[in-house]
């Protein structure tokens, strides 16, 4: 079975500041890993994707995760934060279904001007 | 390419009636997969189609159906609606046959169901 915990229901930070969203699996298969976004009233954008290939992952809009197995975790990262980065992210595990993911709780991001 | 298209967006009903929400995939996709978003909850599964066929189901209660038409496109269907049903339904679909390691989910505005 799979989990995953996400560290903290709202952060906070300052435009120009360094994000970062904490992220902590379980896993009984080698996991695969995901960050998504939600903004207002909308769906979800999928950000990036573990799947073992490095542990170094980049994405969209700038945010970048790091695969720690020794930690079990993932966590979510951008070296400078804008208004528009301000929305829910979600930290996501797979297994071995198709199309079932297991949601971590969201993380709701704040930016202050 | 057109992305996931839900339909429709905000559905209200009332105890114990039944509701039915569509869910367009992107084209060529054949996977198409249900969640459930509440605030309490969170993002939960409640089943994926491929090819006409349930793969994969979460744990809710027969009262959540769906199934999938031959042009892939979806339909879930709850019956006997609870207030505790009220929540947004998202739909994703992906290329549904290169692995789960290798598959992308894309997912639709969602449709907001309000149980009065």
């Known amino acids: 079975a799979q989990s995953v915990t996400q560290l903290g229901s709202h952060v906070s930070v300052s435009e120009g500041a360094l994000v970062l969203l904490r992220c902590n699996y379980s896993?009984?298969?080698?996991?695969?890993l995901f960050w998504y976004v939600q903004y207002p009233n909308q769906g979800l954008q999928l950000l990036l994707k573990?799947?073992?290939?490095?542990?170094l992952v980049k994405g969209i809009n700038g945010f970048e995760a790091e695969f720690k197995k020794s930690e079990t975790s993932f966590h979510l990262t951008k070296p400078s934060a804008h208004m528009s980065d301000a929305a829910e992210y979600f930290c996501?595990?797979?297994?071995?279904?198709?199309?079932?993911?297991?949601f971590g709780q969201g993380t709701i991001l704040t930016v202050h001007p | 390419k057109a992305g996931v298209t839900q339909t429709p967006r905000y559905l209200i009903k009332t105890r114990g009636q039944q509701v039915t929400l569509s869910c367009s995939p992107i084209s060529g996709h054949r996977s198409v997969s249900w969640y459930q978003q509440t605030p309490g909850q969170g993002l939960q599964f409640l089943f994926e189609?491929?090819?006409?066929?349930?793969?994969n189901k979460g744990n809710f209660p027969g009262r959540f159906s769906g199934r999938q038409f031959s042009n892939s496109r979806s339909e879930m269907n709850v019956s006997t609606l609870e207030l505790g049903d009220s929540a947004l339904y998202l739909c994703a679909s992906s290329l549904g046959d290169r692995g789960p390691a290798n598959e992308k989910l894309f997912f639709g505005s969602g449709t907001q169901l309000s149980v009065l």
């Open positions: 189609y491929f090819s006409e066929t349930q793969r």
């Open positions: 573990y799947t073992s290939a490095a542990t």
């Open positions: 896993s009984s298969v080698p996991p695969y």
């Open positions: 996501a595990v797979s297994g071995t279904s198709y199309g079932k993911l297991t």
